[in-house]
């Protein structure tokens, strides 16, 4: 799958060599999972793993790759966008640093760990993080409606 958007091809083919150890893997994980998998998001080094909650929102587990000192960040996050008001009430889970080269041990159990995590969370109420305003979004979309249409390509899953 190419980059959301467009990347100098020295880079991306940089990104490709840095992450080519671990795609199986990542893939094996997303699909064992049966989530969305977004590639190189925002022309960043960067995997998501994305999913809807029943209990409302989204929720991502990502996987970073840091040129210095070369390694992988392994993190995720649940949040639930107000329309109304454009902004964001989140709750993080905690990064987790592994050196590259990964050991794929190592890489699936940070990865379902942080899965696990953000999947146990139930609480809209825990959400404490605020993030926004995000005007841009009525720009994109009309109703709140259609961002929750645009949402439909993710699982739902809890």
Same mark, same amino acid.
């Given at each position: 799958? /190419?980059?959301?958007?467009? #990347?100098? &091809? ?13 795609? !199986? @893997? ?22 998501h793993f994305v999913f809807r909650k029943k209990a409302g929102g989204? /929720?991502?587990?990502?996987? #970073?790759? &840091? ?13 639930? !966008? @107000? ?63 259609d961002l929750r249409r645009a949402d439909s390509k993710y699982p739902l899953i809890d």
């Amino acid at each position: 799958m /190419a980059p959301n958007g467009t #990347v100098d &091809d020295s880079v991306w083919e940089r990104w490709l060599t840095v992450f080519s150890p671990i795609v !199986d @893997d990542l893939n094996e994980f997303g699909g064992r999972h049966g989530l969305f998998v977004e590639r190189f998001y925002h022309n960043a080094p960067i995997w998501h793993f994305v999913f809807r909650k029943k209990a409302g929102g989204k /929720a991502l587990v990502e996987i #970073v790759h &840091d040129p210095t000192p070369n390694q992988f960040h392994v993190g995720g996050v649940w949040w639930i !966008d @107000d329309y109304e008001t454009v902004t964001r009430l989140m709750r993080t889970a905690s990064s987790r640093t592994l050196s590259i080269p990964v050991k794929r041990e190592q890489l699936l159990a940070a990865l379902k760990e942080t899965f696990e995590t953000i999947k146990g969370w139930s609480n809209a109420a825990d959400l404490t993080e605020k993030a926004g305003p995000y005007p841009e979004w009525r720009e994109r979309s009309s109703s709140e409606e259609d961002l929750r249409r645009a949402d439909s390509k993710y699982p739902l899953i809890d």
